[in-house]
């Protein structure tokens, strides 16, 4: 990693760890910068703004999401597990939740349809590698599978990312899922679980 990488990277994490202790409202970018002991003009050397870090910042999230999912792609697991435990990873950590949130607000729509976007491109080979192996075992019987696992996704975070759902939307998904992936009825019922835990009931 050459030097200004390195030195970037090093302002990620600062901003980082400020975002996750003071949260991104009450971090400023003179906070940032007296933290790394550098100069205003260095910091904007390497970004334009505190908008621009903290998309950066997550990005740095999904990145060491994505290499949680794929060590639990390689573990010697069920199927079903494995899917379990790349949704678990590529969600933020109860300490992240003051930086998912600035994500909510009007000001960052735009950014926040950008994450979401690259999180999807992230994550659909992920769970589609795994639906993959669990149609090679005769879970799934199903074609198409990155375009049916983006479907999934993106019902998914549209119904139940704020926690505003219904039992019966939960019931539907889960029924959608075995359908969409050919899976016996019951199959998925692990997921009723998973999405009640995200939402927070």
Avoid: W
């Avoid at 990620?12 to 003179?30: H, P, W």
């Avoid at 590698?129 to 049916?148: D, M």
């Amino acid at each position: 990693m050459k030097k200004g990488e390195r030195r970037k990277q090093e302002l990620l994490k600062i901003a980082y760890g400020m975002f996750v202790s003071r949260g991104y409202e009450n971090t400023s970018v003179d906070d940032i910068i007296e933290e790394a002991g550098i100069a205003k003009g260095t910091y904007y050397y390497y970004f334009e703004s505190k908008e621009q870090t903290l998309e950066e910042v997550i990005g740095m999230m999904i990145d060491r999401e994505t290499e949680a999912a794929r060590q639990a792609i390689r573990a010697d697991i069920p199927v079903m597990q494995k899917i379990v435990a790349i949704v678990a990873s590529v969600r933020p950590g109860q300490e992240e939740r003051s930086i998912e949130g600035a994500l909510m607000k009007p000001e960052n729509a735009l950014m926040h349809a950008k994450i979401k976007r690259r999180l999807l491109e992230t994550v659909v080979p992920l769970l589609s590698e795994v639906v993959e192996e669990g149609v090679a075992q005769g879970i799934f019987s199903c074609g198409s599978i990155p375009e049916r696992v983006r479907m999934l996704l993106v019902i998914s975070n549209e119904i139940f990312d704020e926690g505003q759902f219904t039992e019966r939307d939960v019931e539907v998904f889960v029924d959608l899922s075995e359908k969409l992936l050919g899976a016996e009825t019951g199959a998925m019922d692990f997921v009723r679980a998973l999405i009640c835990r995200e939402g927070g009931k």
